[in-house]
């Protein structure tokens, strides 16, 4: 997905008609009453060779910010914030309202690209709506029918120089990851420079401290921080030279338990925190040190592993520790225990208060960089391998041998390795941990993400077939008839 469109618009302007009509389902429900949709809803666009992230949003009304209605508003301008591209659908039948005026003057100020649309335009009746949409000041109206599909042609004409400009800027923020290897031609560990940055995320759960350590290593306040939990609201990204690393971090959302989120906003908070994740290279899980290890600390570390990024745990507020030295044993202890599949990361201590252990922090992440992109010659994983095997040879489920035959490393950024064998699907998991740890303890490789596939290279004995083989016995019975 290149870029987002958020529809906007005075409520029963026929935007959920248009969402359903742009993912090419009935996702949103639609009514002639007025008010229907409440909540943001997302969905994959197509139009023509576009593919684009569509959001259906509440209507706009003038209402009190302790309403419903209001907080309905908020959310929807919390969508125009975050869109690349805003869709402002107005009722060419109805014309030009002061509702619509008033959101115009919103839209110009919160959202560079702008689209206005007269929806319902099919007819003579919707001639003088359309005309008065050019007052709004947004330019040329686009005449819409949401409901027959008629101008979706022009919408396309109108987005494809858009789209390739956020495409261009997609590929520019968008980490290298799954980087496929040969032995002849394998990439080096990218460096890091002031156009290409590495990309930090930040996550952990509320008031963990992540913005007041973001503003330590920027050296200025440049985040919003404070006593509450939850200020943070946007993934927000700053660019900092860290210790002389060009860097490009991202500030998330605190991170709660899903049960106890109710506010909407909080939801999309979350979501855009996420999404973070898949822009960065290493990910910061930053914990509380009076309360590490919680439950939800330990789902967002196993979210950032699954997303195949190099990790680094922290544990924040260090400076309010009195028994330091029997505190890191037992979060040393806990990780390993609560954290397998990141066996080995890296685990420092800092207090974004005072700014002590940054350094630690910035050479973890270095390392962390380092490893997530290791690559490892064939003819040495080879001979590793066959020690592997050797020391702890494979089961044999039924009576059936398992041969690993072949071993080699086809992508990086996280490290991934396939295994060529017979039975592949016979090989439990406990043999493939056995492995994969043997690999981070041999090759140091500790607490990236490793990828381990087994492809089955089927039965190659030839005496299993008689198109490949027959046995000598036999052959000068092949062929001549049986005597009676």
């Known amino acids: 997905m290149s870029f987002t469109l958020a529809i906007v618009g005075r409520p029963n302007v026929g935007k959920s008609t248009l969402f359903n009509r ?61 869109a690349d591209i805003c869709l402002f ?37 919707a001639e003088g709506g359309v005309i008065d949409a050019y007052g709004l000041g947004l330019g040329e109206p686009l005449r819409l029918s949401a409901e027959h599909g008629e101008g979706m042609d022009e919408l396309y004409h109108m987005l494809r120089p858009l789209a390739a400009d956020f495409a261009a800027r997609a590929a520019a923020d968008t980490p290298e990851v799954d980087v496929d290897i040969t032995d002849e031609d394998a990439p080096e560990p990218r460096v890091p420079t002031r156009d290409k940055p590495l990309q930090i995320a930040v996550i952990g759960r509320p008031n963990a401290g992540k913005s007041t350590l973001i503003n330590k290593i920027l050296g200025q306040e440049r985040l919003l921080t404070g006593p ?27 991170m709660r338990r899903k049960a106890r989120i109710s506010d909407k906003l909080e939801k999309m908070s979350v979501s855009d925190g996420l999404r973070a994740v898949r822009f960065a290279e290493v990910v910061v899980v930053l914990l509380d040190v009076d309360t590490p290890f919680e439950q939800q600390d330990l789902r967002i570390a196993d979210f950032a592993e699954s997303e195949g990024r190099a990790v680094v745990v922290a544990a924040n507020k260090w400076d309010l520790e009195d028994e330091k030295t029997e505190k890191l044993k037992m979060l040393r202890e806990a990780f390993e225990r609560l954290l ?17 252990g940054l350094d630690r922090l910035h050479a973890a992440i270095l390392k962390a960089h380092d490893v997530w992109n290791r690559r490892v010659a064939t003819a040495r994983l080879n001979q590793w391998l066959a020690a592997m095997t050797a020391a702890h040879p494979p089961p044999a489920p039924g009576g059936r041998r398992i041969k690993l035959r072949y071993m080699t490393q086809v992508r990086m950024r996280p490290p991934a390795f396939v295994v060529m064998c017979n039975h592949a699907d016979k090989l439990p998991e406990s043999y493939a941990r056995y492995l994969v740890n043997g690999l981070r303890a041999d090759f140091d490789m500790p607490g ?11 039965d190659k004995n030839p005496f299993r077939n008689p198109k490949f083989h027959t046995p000598s016995r036999l052959r000068k019975h092949v062929g001549n008839p049986v005597r009676k």
Do not use: C, W
Request: no cysteine; aromatic share 4%.
């Open 340 to 356: 397998p599949q990141l066996r080995g990361a890296p685990l420092v201590t800092v207090s974004a208060r005072t700014g002590k």
């Open 228 to 254: 509450e939990a939850g200020i943070t609201r946007d993934a927000i990204s700053v660019h900092a030279d860290y210790l002389g690393t060009p860097m490009r971090i991202f500030d998330t959302a605190g």
């Open 89 to 125: 659908v107005i009722d060419a039948r109805a014309g030009v309202t002061p509702a619509d005026q008033v959101f115009a003057g919103i839209l110009r100020k919160k959202n560079a690209h702008v689209i206005l649309a007269a929806n319902k335009a099919e007819g003579r009746a």
């Open 448 to 458: 990236t993400p490793i990828r381990l596939t087994f492809r089955d290279q089927g």
């Open 22 to 82: 742009l993912v090419g389902r009935k996702l949103a429900l639609v009514d002639d009453t007025p008010g229907v949709t409440r909540d943001l809803r997302e969905g994959e666009a197509r139009l023509g060779d576009l593919r684009f992230t569509v959001i259906d949003s509440a209507g706009l009304e003038e209402a009190g910010d302790d309403s419903l209605q209001g907080r309905m508003r908020r959310l929807t301008e919390r969508a125009v914030e975050m």
